[in-house]
């Protein structure tokens, strides 16, 4: 999705840009890179998302931190499926859209999931699913 952002250097800076082909490139050439973009998205767009719920609102940064990065991480394709386990409580939904039980979520969305449901990609998702929270997250 189309991102845009203003900065406000303290000190001389060099500033580069990457065309969309050549970050494509970068990113299948260095999948290290890759994966850690994405885990620094899915950070971030996870803690702002937490912190309009109620029911997440009394976790702190830390503990939304630890929490996302427990989760599983999937990619699906349009119609592919995915059954949410036991220990799946909430899903993020990082881009895309899937739908469960006749609702549709899309990117941004964080919901709690009932035990074994499926989750159907409604285009191309990227989604994490969550364990329940213990008293590590609470």
Not at 52 to 70: A, C, G, I, M
Not at 72 to 91: P, T
Not at 124 to 129: A, D, H
């Amino acid at each position: 999705e189309p991102r845009s952002a203003s900065i406000c250097a303290s000190t001389a800076v060099t500033v580069g840009v990457v065309g969309r082909d050549a970050f494509h490139q970068l990113m299948k050439s260095y999948p290290s890179l890759h994966d850690e973009l994405w885990r620094a998205l899915t950070r971030r767009r996870f803690c702002d998302c937490s912190r309009q719920l109620p029911e997440l609102s009394h976790l702190n940064q830390r503990e939304r931190l630890r929490w996302v990065d427990t989760g599983r991480r999937i990619d699906l394709e349009a119609g592919q499926s995915v059954n949410v386990s036991e220990e799946d409580a909430w899903a993020f939904v990082l881009i895309g859209a899937i739908e469960s039980s006749g609702a549709r979520y899309g990117s941004g969305s964080l919901f709690q999931t009932a035990t074994e449901v499926t989750l159907k990609a409604l285009e191309k998702t990227r989604l994490v699913l969550l364990p329940r929270r213990n008293s590590e997250f609470i």
